[in-house]
């Protein structure tokens, strides 16, 4: 406070004449200031930056000033360019960064003892008394937080919400000098953004914090507005003058034990007095919860109010979506029933997707229908949600041709949004038809419809390019084009058997053609421009970045583990992690009484709640994260096997086998590709040796996997197909248990094949057949260890009675 | 593979073996099939010439084929003709007829001599005719195959699938049951009207020439498809309205920064020494309206002693203010470290009545208390001191804000040492009753 603080400002100011006209201009920049805030209140844009401009020239180098005019002309103009916003805010965000470093030492004497700015209040000795109905901050003039703020409020809008997410990460991380009204604004978005983006443990903490600094109120929380600040000096009188008596209890304590005789009383003394304080801070706690009923937590001028209350009711409907979010349903289910009764679209659209999430069908869409009765009216952005969710419902339901109606009707009313006149920011963020064209990527895969899913999917790229299941959807794709014939494939797996006869009579002769006929069909779909290219190497690229995100994911996870169980350290309160200053706080509910205890009490449990259905969420996370690996893999390795690279197909192969917690289809997936990969690099031993693990007893071929495992994988639980005709479901499970036998027996039979023991060939190639007549493979190799025995007539009663068989007219000689 | 129009070609060339010289024929095939087709049509004479019983080409036909198959690699070496084994086998077939055998070593003999090709300047038929067989001598496989194999070639890498495969092609016969197929009597007459199981030949052989698949046919691996993985919970995108966000105006803009200048000065006299009650009032007044003024009251740590010194009860509402900022454990620490007095005793008694301070905190507060109640020489500061101590724990114990199993140990041996003082006394008989 002394010498050492004293800025080059201090002193230049220190009674020159300058100085006074110094403070003049100052003073003449306060009041334009606040009257273009007044003006950009009442939505007057034009005034406001009439006089911004005014101001700027003044404060030409006044970052504050340029960012309010970016905000303003965005209002004004309606902000049809985001982009050029974000722009300009990172230029006033790099400006102040610059101003601040340039006065370096200045600003650092300022920050440790805030002595800067003593200087404008000598002589006005009222803005003691006047700060308590501005709003104004303390912070430095090259404070960026409502920038940052407002940056991240942008990227929102525009559904980056990683980028959004990094900017209020920063800020709340240090959020406790910022604004209340800010700070909760921060707290807010930071919920919203880290809901959006599944990032359920910092959601959590949001939610406590906010809990404990936004809805438990002390007398901290009183903020303006004439009335409150008279109770509060009446408060505050209240409390300094217990704080006096318990200061000369102690005292007495001392006192009083210089004289021995009276010491025994100083114990009941000092003791009524400390238990009789808590008392007197209820009273006060008391009185100031009947206050905070009207004023709100921001301050009156700064932002629009929000009462406790209602932030509670929000704080409901956010832990209603974090219990969603973390598939806590019975949670959900508790909080739901608290936030019944706010009147916000969102508290039905909540109440319905909990129904969608438990599996209530029917309830979700009656909730949804009676949403739609209320807020129809509002906008068309709420139509599109209604249509979109309506689709996921009958998705759910395995009406896929009904859900790809909902999507496209949730689309179109989409694009009405995005031609609202005049464009407003809030437009960008209803447009959700990037969110939608997902979930019709995800209906037209269901219904095999791979172009057109690849192109979904390919658009919803721009806000998923890091979701591994994007990629592997589009791999998927990809796949379904290869398995339906819709793209080249080099393999020769086919379902018929051509089978041209030559000549006649005694000269006739059978021609086996087995495989694809390939020509024409790469003309049929890669000429036409709107279709995307599928092929197997954009499968490859695809589940390369899938499998690249879902590693990057593991050690994102393992990082953030770590860095949690080090914030759990008081100690190491330094780190600022606002989260664990709640653990701290949550014990001042002892002291307060039976009712608020209660309350508080409450409170508590909830946040551990929330804590604790993170490891659960985690724990889900981590188990969808393997199922999402082990498809990846698997597809990899048939992409591989596809490409041609055997030796990529066996590592990955491998890879999926060695998968921990791999599941036992997949794991019989990669075992087949494995041995085929082997058996392509004429390792037919040890391929043989990879087969063996389904083989006990010599010859008995024991399931490779039980219809158990493959019902955990089909969480895709079709309740009723009226509708779902035309569907192909049969190949997006597993195949059953006995055909994955039988592909067994047919590979280990073509294995010994290769290796020249034919008799063995034959027996397994047999019990294929058995567990699977209808293969064509297993056919074609049954005929081939026929005639490599000589058998020609037993190849020839078999090629002829098999359903796969294909006759084809003779040809004639031209 | 060749297609119909080549395999027609071919045949008539391996019909003409009656009437045309051999050279001509070979002549023809260079001329009519380019290059890249020769390997194709070498094959599919290969497969056709493959078994001397099975009589698909008449014996012209196959000294045609083989010389078709020798002469299109006949600018090379014979071991880099891709079919030489095939020379060979045919050259040492015992089971083969003679003149044929005689006729491919003849080939085999004409690349090294060009001077020897006089005996394709005959047709097949001609040759067949004029063929004695005195004047050849057959050579032992070894033999033959040293003399033009030559180096074994290193052989590409050959996939096993495709090394094991068999032909495309199964012979199937249509006749009627209990018949020899090979006997001659199906054969199609010209000009007669045929009879059930009786079939042409040739169109037989064009058939095949065109069907015939190179890589023939091996056992099958069947690749399993992998499965879809099923839509995740919550991939389908659910939508609700959001809650609004809007910009936010910043009102720091030309603020009156010197907002809390008051309390800066008050708080950094509050260093050097006690406040008059008015002033700690007025502190502790504008520490209240406005809860982010503590940020920039310009206490750091460091300055906390001097304030829990000075001014005890502004420190309290300080650091109660400071509960939810980053820096509380660090002020804290200076806390716990901080010369014990009666002060500091206060400030953390009320600290623990107001907000839950880390066990840890306490534990080490209150070890260190009683250390310094050990260590102070002077009896009657001891005294004092003890005694505010155990004023103290009692509290701490009587609000439950300690476990008092936690610390047992060590305040009973302090209630012990210091027996003689009548608050550690009554600590005792506390401590006794909670055991």
Sequence with gaps: MDSASSSLAYVSREGSPTEEEDDGALLVAAGLAKEAALLFQAGKFVDCLTILNHLLEKKADDSKVHHNIAIAQSFHEGCSDPRRLIEALENVKKQSEKLALASGGDLEVSKNNGNKHTVSIRGSNMSAHQFSSSSVRYSDEFDTAVTMFNLAVIWFHLHEYAKSFSYLETLYQNIEPIGEGTALRICLLLLDVALLSHHASRSADVISYMEKVFCVNSLTNQVDSGTSTEQQTLLVSNSSSFISNSTTNFDSVVSTTTNPSESCLTRSLSEEALEDEPLQLLSSFDISRHNLQRPSIASSNDLPSLSVADLRLKLHLYKVRFFILTRNLKAAKREVKMAMNIDHPMALYLKSQLEYARGNHRKAIKLLMASSSNCMETGVGISSMYYNNLGCVYYRLGKYHTSGVFFTKALKSSSLVRKEKPPKLVTFSQDKSLLITYNCGAYSLACGKPFHAARCFQMASLIFYNQPLLWLRIAECCLMALEKGLINSISSASDIIRVNVIGKGKWRQLALRYGRDNVGKDNLFSSDGKQPHLSMSLAWQCLVNALYLLDSLETDYSKSEESESRETVLSNHKNGDPKEISNVVSGSSQVTSNGEMKEQKGGNNQSGWLQNTIPDYECIRMKEKQMIKQAALADLAYVELELGNPLKALSTAKSLTKLPECSRVYTFLGTMYAAEALCLLNQTKEAAEHLMMYVSGGNNVDLPYSQEDCEKWSIEKVVDGEESNGVVSGKCVFSSPEEGRGTFCANYAANFALMGELDKAHYFVMKALSDMPNSSQAIVTAIYVDLKRGNTQDALAKLKHHTATRILPTLKLS | MLGFEDSGKLLRLLSGGEERSIEEIVFDFNSKFPPSLHFYACSALDFLTANSKEELLNPTQRLIAFAIIHQAYASQQPSSNPFITKLVDAACDDEAEKYERAFVLQLLGSSNMMNNREFLKQSAADYMKHFDLSSHSFPQREHVQQQYCGKVQPEPFKCSFKENSVKNIIPDPDVPHGCNSNSHEFDAQPGVTSKLGSGNRDETVA??????????????????????????????????????????????????????????????????????????????????????????????????????????????????????????????????????????????????????????????????????????????MQNRLVRLVCVFLQSLIRNKIINVHDIFIEVQAFCIEFSRIREAAGLFRLLKTLE
């Excluded at chain 2, 056992?219 to 936010?248: A, K, S, T």
């Excluded at chain 2, 050097?272 to 750091?300: F, R, S, W």
């Design chain 2, 207 to 380: 058939g095949l020439l065109s069907s015939l698949s190179l890589e023939g046919l091996g056992p099958q691996w069947i690749r399993p498809f992998p499965p879809r993985l099923p839509v995740m919970d919550g991939e389908l995108l659910w939508l609700n309205p959001d809650m609004n966000h809007e910009l936010l105006w910043d009102y720091g803009m030309c603020a009156d920064t010197s907002r809390g200048a008051a309390v800066r000065d008050l708080i950094a006299k509050a260093l050097k020494g006690p406040l008059v009650p008015v002033q700690q009032e007025q502190v502790l007044v504008e520490l209240a309206n406005d809860p982010k003024l503590v940020y920039h009251c310009g206490l750091t740590p460091k300055k906390l002693p001097d304030l829990v010194e000075n001014n005890p009860m502004i420190a309290v509402e300080v650091l109660i203010k400071l509960v939810n900022s980053p820096e509380i454990s660090e002020y804290f620490t200076v806390l716990v470290n901080m010369e014990m007095s009666l002060h500091s005793m206060e400030v953390v008694n009320r600290l623990t009545t107001t907000i839950e301070l880390p066990t840890e905190f306490l534990h080490t507060y209150i070890s260190n208390c009683i250390s310094a109640c050990q260590g102070i020489k002077d009896r009657y």
